[in-house]
Every structure is written in structure tokens, then in C-alpha cells.
DNA sequence: TTGTAGGCGTTATCAA
DNA sequence: TTGATAACGCCTACAA
């Protein structure tokens, strides 16, 4: 492995001013950069990125942690992260999580200074694994998991934009309005927006069927198609669904149309998420469009400052987003 | 920042016995190993991966550098590699590309050690390209622009499984089909398949028409729609189409719906990758399984046989995965 | 079973 | 403008 030594050596210079020359400093004669310059591009010199990051104690890049990378939802975020990180000058490298015990790995990785910061989208940790966010690196939840922890926090206005989503539905006409959701746990995204569900309902006068809320143990297309399958089989009286992804809900056309139910005709459908797909999607799919990009800016910031930050740690900050509503071909255009 | 000597301090020992401990070596007397363990969690001390990956010269984990991250298709690649790179106890780091010289720079920075070794899928290298990919470092090259470099490859059958798209239109009883593809160049996806589509053409006795084939500078669904919109309202005389990526194919299935064309009746569609959604979409897309898995398992294979094989850097090795004809709804089912 | 010495490749500091 | 020295935090090799 050739290194600054080595470069040094054929250069006929320290190895300080190899690495200045690197680095750009100023304060290094024409000449001289010129002669090292040519010794590195002989030698086929590269940097050696774990030492530098050793001796600067940072590295330039930050961590971005998704519970899965195919899925419409985290690839979507995940472009806005990179492009929001690339505008002030970072690179990040994206890891899978895929499980609670992955994602508390993923903090003590960043930790180890592998990052100069992480952001972390839980998905399943609970509000119990709170105090184990209590680490002394930068640090930003994405997500709606974990409240009242030390850490900075971006989220989406989930209560505001399910009841939003359900209004629509309701407008359009719908009064059997199902509920298409993972696990309901404390505080995740399922409950909150469960909850603008039954405000928009009750806001209308309309009644909560427990029968309509319906759970399902992954956020997917194939969930979504083979729940909505089932709903129609067994016999469900419903004439809309409010489903928490786009995923959910593009997985729910595709099985009310096996079922032989038209959408929207007969049945209105409306997601969450906004995913690059539910544009395309035949019917196009109705949603809720929550400012990726804003809340990848946000999260960005909120990283840098803390990374930037060198002293006395302030206090933990929360942001929630914007959100739109996109009316499209599923619930009547 | 709490370090291996603070902890043999408070433990009363000294660091390399720390380190031992950290390392799971034996030779540790069990009440030393408990004094320490508990000075480490007292103090609450995380390993410093930077120092960790300078001193033994490996990270365990491997980069995947992709060009586009809000991609299916790249999506599906990406959770494929993590799986078969999980098996054998290595982790994954995905850094987006977006560009040529970004990928020149991702094959610099595996270089400098940040991983073990780099699994690169180049869409915007050229063939001129070939020789900077003559690294010292453990790369694996996934896709079809780059032949005859000094690099392991992993490719898929394109020229085989677009004859049997193709073909497979033929017998649906298409006669005037459609071709949708990126930009042609020297050796790339878009010509091999190309080339394919020809030969399948010509087997079944039918001419080649030049208005039927359509480029477009980017495989996404809305180059797709736009472009379908474009050859219905233009007057083209087509009754198939066969797209180069999946994404392009639901964009074409969307463009077509908005010009009052049915799919599959009027106009069959077939796409290639067998991303997820393509089983969801409404008509569900017939299309080109590559055997994801399959391509993957093989990259991390080749790339882990580099990162062990300390001597005479062998020949490079090629490898053409499998693929199989997906028939659904879009063809006819 | 534990400890000592030296080095991994780079950069910061400060003196020349 | 350049260079000597001393870290950065950890691990390998060897000695005690």
C-alpha cells in the first residue's frame, strides 16, 4: 500500500507537506505541490480514509438508518436525505436495519464515530427504548415511535393529515370508511392516525365500526392486497379505505380489483406517503403528500447543528412537517 | 471520549487485556474478564471503529454503490445484496452514485478502505472506462456497461431473456412491436437488449421497423407515461411493447390508460426486472425475472473470494445469471 | 494469563 | 514555506 511516506520519499519531501498538498492548504510553494503532485499520480497514491478519519475525528459522512431499503416509502426519503445532505457538502451511506435490535445497533455504530451523525428512522423500537437514545453522539429520530426522548425529532402531522385523508373520503361520499393499519402500539404512526380517523368521523357524525379498522402485520403491497381480498370476500359493507402507506393502498386496488370491486366507483381508496409510484398507479392514487423534502432539510439541519454544536448540548428539539393533500384517480379524481 | 486505556484503568489492568476482552480471545482469566466487562459499562465505552479498521486493516463491511436510490429496481438489487452479504456475516453500506464520476469516486474511496470491498453498479461508465476500474482493492461490477475490464462481473442474460420477451409478444399475436429503451451506446443494457429484440424478430419472420423503436434518457415511470402518450397520440401503428426496465413498462401502462388505450387488448406490454410492484400494478406486468437473488448471492460470493484471497490476484471471472418469463395480466394473462 | 512495545496512515501543532 | 514530533484509539507480536 503506498502511502504519504511513501510519496514523501519520491518527492523528496516531509510527509507534512505531502499532506498538505492533499488537503490544499495554502502556504506550499508551485513547485513543490507541482512535485508532489506528479510523485502521487506515479505512485498511484490514495488517501487512506480510515486513518484520516482517525486523526481528524470526523469523517465527512453521516449515517441514515432505514428499517428496510425496498420499500417505495424509504427510498423516497432516503433521495431527499442524500440530496439535502449533498447541498451542504456531506455524503451519506445508508444501512438496513430491519429490526429493533438492529436499529439500537445502529446507534452505537454512529457512536463509534464511523458518522459524523446518524438519522434514524425507528420503526420498531418502542417508547420503552427511549432512554437508550441518550447517546453522546448527534443523533435525529425520523419517525413517529418515540416521543419525549433526548434526542431531535422530526416527524409528520399525522393527527392533522389522517383526519385530512378521512374528511375526503367523506366528502366524496363515503360512509363506511375502513381503517387499513399495522399493530396499534402506544405511539406510532397506526395510532395516531387512527385517532385524526375517528376525530374526522366524529367531527361528521358518523360512527366508528370496530369492524372497519382493520391490522395488518406489515406495511405492504401484498398485505394490503390480500387484506382488502378478504374484506371483500367476507362480506365487509365498506365504500372506502384510509390506508397509512401507499403501499398498503396500492396493494388494496390491486385486490378489490380481484375481488371484482371497481375503484373508485364503488369503492374509494386514499394512501399515505406520497411514494414516486402512487402517481402511475392505475386508478392514480389519491394521498398525502408530507413534504419529503422538507423534512429531509429539516433533518439534515437539525443533524449539522448538533454535529457543528461543540459545547454545552441544548436542549432536545422536535420538528413536525407540512403535509398536502393530493386528490387523484381513487377516490373520483 | 471514553478509550480502552480509561477502561483498564478504572478495571485495574491494562489496556491489552481490555482488548482481549472486547475480542472474545481466550486466555482471559473469567474474573478479569468480569472486572472489566463491568469498568466498560460503568463507564459506558464504545469501540472506535475508525481506530479499530486503521489497526487490523478490514471494516466487515462491504459498500453497494448504486446510481439511483428511489429506484424498484435498484431497491430489490439492494435488499438482495444485503441478504446474501448478511449469510456470510457482512454487513452493507449503499452509497448513490448519480453519476459517472461519482461512480469513478465511489471505486476511490473502497480503495481507501472504508470497506473491505465494493459491489458497483455502473449505468453511466462508459467502455473507455474499463481500464480505471484496475483497482487494488476487492470491486465487483454489477450491470452491463462495462466488458472486458480487469474487474469480477455480474450480469444478467439480456440478449437471451429479450428474445424470449419478445418472442413472447409474437405468440400473444402481436406483429407491429414496440421497442422502449435509454440511450444506445457501444455495450449497454439498452443495445443488448436491443439486439435481442431483433434476432427475436427476425426468427419470426418479421421486419424491424426504426419509428417503433423509442429511446428515452431516463428508466423511469414518467419517461414511461410521457413517451406512451406521445406514440398513441402521434398516430404510431403498434399493438406490443417491450420496455428495458419494469419502471418504463408501469409508466407505458399509465401512459396508455391516459390516452384511451387498453392494455392488454388493444396493446400488450411486457417489462424486464420483475421489481415488486409489478405483481401489484393494475394490469399486473408481465415481465423478465433476473433472478435477483441469485445475482446477488454470486456478487457477494466473488467479491468475499478477492477480499480472502491474499495471493496471485487470479484471472477475473464472469458471471450471466439466470432468468425465467413472468406471464400476467399484461400480456393476457 | 497478562503486559510492553511498536505501528497502522494521517493530521495538528509548533518550531525552524 | 517546510518539517519534526506527537497524537488519534486500537491491535499484533512477543515477552514476562
Same mark, same amino acid.
Given at each position: 500500500m503506498v502511502t504519504i511516506k511513501d510519496v514523501a520519499k519520491a518527492a523528496g519531501v516531509s510527509p507534512m507537506t505531502v499532506s498538505n498538498v492533499i488537503n490544499d492548504h495554502p502556504n506550499v510553494r508551485g513547485s513543490t505541490r507541482a512535485k508532489v503532485l506528479e510523485a502521487m499520480a506515479r505512485l498511484d497514491y490514495r488517501v487512506n480514509v480510515a486513518a484520516r478519519n482517525l486523526a481528524k475525528g470526523s469523517t465527512g459522512t453521516i449515517g441514515l438508518a432505514v428499517p428496510?431499503?425496498?420499500?417505495p416509502y424509504y427510498s423516497r426519503l432516503a433521495a431527499a436525505i442524500i440530496a439535502a445532505a449533498e447541498r451542504r457538502g456531506l455524503r451519506v451511506s445508508i444501512e438496513q436495519t430491519a429490526s429493533r435490535d438492529n436499529e439500537l445497533d445502529a446507534l452505537s455504530l454512529s457512536r463509534n464515530r464511523l458518522y459524523d451523525g446518524l438519522i434514524l428512522t425507528a420503526a420498531g423500537m418502542r417508547q420503552a427504548d427511549a432512554e437508550r437514545l441518550r447517546v453522546d453522539h448527534p443523533v435525529v429520530i425520523l419517525g413517529d415511535r418515540i416521543f419525549g426522548a433526548p434526542v431531535d425529532h422530526v416527524a409528520m402531522p399525522n393527527l392533522e393529515a389522517s383526519r385530512a385523508a378521512t374528511r375526503h373520503l367523506i366528502e366524496r361520499g363515503c360512509r363506511r370508511i375502513a381503517f387499513l393499519c399495522g399493530a396499534v402500539e402506544e405511539v406510532d404512526t397506526s395510532s395516531l392516525r387512527l385517532t385524526g380517523y375517528r376525530q374526522a368521523l366524529a367531527e361528521a357524525g358518523l360512527s366508528t365500526d370496530p369492524a372497519l379498522i382493520q391490522q395488518v402485520d406489515r406495511l405492504g403491497m401484498r398485505e394490503g392486497a390480500g387484506r382488502a381480498r378478504e374484506m371483500a370476500e367476507g362480506g365487509l359493507d365498506f365504500d372506502g379505505v384510509f390506508c397509512v402507506t401507499d403501499s398498503l393502498a396500492m396493494g388494496v386496488l390491486r385486490g378489490l380489483a380481484d375481488a371484482g370491486i371497481r375503484a373508485p366507483d364503488q369503492v374509494k381508496v386514499i394512501g399515505f406517503d406520497n411514494v414516486t409510484e402512487s402517481e402511475y398507479f392505475i386508478p392514480s392514487l389519491s394521498t398525502i403528500d408530507p413534504d419529503h423534502d422538507g423534512m429531509a432539510e429539516r433533518a439534515v439541519d437539525l443533524l449539522l447543528q448538533r454535529i457543528e454544536? /461543540?459545547? +454545552? +448540548? /441544548?436542549r432536545q428539539q422536535d420538528f413536525i412537517g407540512d403535509f398536502s393533500l393530493v386528490i387523484r384517480e381513487s377516490t373520483g379524481g
Open positions: 428496510e431499503v425496498n420499500s454544536q /461543540t459545547e +454545552p +448540548p /441544548t
